[in-house]
């Protein structure tokens, strides 16, 4: 899994979750939202210090982490 340098993991920041950069906004939330209908300009518009990179890395990695658990992926 490569090319996924803005999400990150840390124990201490939401109980160790796939984030953004560091920050208190989880992987999950940015999938929801854009599942939900919401546009990559929306979410800027309500989250101003993520950046549009942010959120093109966060829709494929859950793509990404299943097909690593499934062993597509060596």
Do not use: K, W
Not at 2 to 29: E, Q, W
């Amino acid at each position: 899994m490569l090319g996924f340098d803005r999400i990150t993991f840390d124990s201490h920041v939401m109980g160790g979750r796939a984030c953004i950069r560091g920050m208190r906004i989880t992987v999950a939330l940015l999938v929801n939202l854009v599942a939900n209908g919401m546009t990559i300009t929306e979410i800027i518009d309500a989250y101003p210090y993520l950046e549009p990179e942010d959120i093109h890395q966060a829709l494929p990695y859950p793509v990404e982490l299943n097909a690593v658990f499934r062993g597509l992926y060596a």
